[in-house]
């Protein structure tokens, strides 16, 4: 794309060129169709709108110095994407129709794909929806899955820097057994307010509590937690935490260089005893945490003391991104060629 600037692209929307459906109707899933319409029609009794029957995914493709595109884990998303479908009883698209879908729209939208050397990806959103009429509360009888592309840039504009993030004690995420392990459109909507608090405050993002006894970390907003110390890398294990496909390959990566890895529930006191923190999810990859204030308690913990993400935290940052572009040999078959 000759007007699009690479260096300054947001996170954010931008239409391109097409996009792909498929309907699940009488039992069965259609075939893959091609749109050019960035709009849906649906039936106003449509389970997605009243009663949440709605998950979505996001993966991303990355062009090489090589001019090839990589997708990263794309079998994973498809995976987490059919865990949601049966959590909240949807038909679930096959792995096949899955891959069919980000490889088609992907390779459709090439021009959008941004070139190697910007830190910018084509973001892949995959959805599913329940597009069924009903009135009363049960699952839809039919399906749309979706799948639409937007170029977005580098998180971090001014490099890898490490974020402020405030303890949520006002509002949950999710309940002890609800939805929380699901990609739902419902827990990011119970999201909203305390996102908002947080960011009238200055902080970027909220750290979630365990919703019964609010002891322990559950996650942090839309990326996982984790912490390191005596190099050991620790993050929740919790029912109400969406698996995290970045935080699987952290957890990867960290055995690899000989570190121990916990899965466990984690103290909130603990948190004065790691040496780094962070957040990690698909968008930012690891958003490295300065400070995590605890403002019911009255509590600060920091990190980062002389301004810079910690070592640990930035070789994985630095291994993991140079894997998703190809810059670094993929050991753990991770990567997928789309063109
Ligand atoms: C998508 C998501 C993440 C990050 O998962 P990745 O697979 O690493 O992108 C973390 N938490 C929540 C609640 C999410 O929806």
Redesign the pocket.
Known sequence: MENIDWKNLPFQYMKTDYNVRCYYRDGKWGKLEISSSEYIQMHMAATCLHYGQEAF???KAYRGKDGRVRVFRWR??SK?MRDTAEGIKMAAPPEELFKEAIFTVIRLNERFIPPYGYGASLYVRPLLVGSGAEVGVKPAKEYLFMVFVTPVGAYFKEGFKPVDIMICRSHD?AAPLGT?AY?VGG??AASLTSLEIAHNKGFSTTLYLDAKEKKYID??????FFGIKNNTYITPDSKS?????????LMELARKRGMKVEKRPVPVEELSSFEEVGA????AVIAPIKKIVDIELNKTYEYCKDGKPGPISTEFYNTLTAIQNGDKEDSFGWIDYVI
Do not use: F, H, V
């Open positions: 995914e996001g993966l994973d998303n987490r995420r929380g990609k827990n990011y996650e942090a907003g839309p990326a996982n935490i969406l698996p995290s496909i970045t935080n699987m390959s990690c999810g698909t968008a």
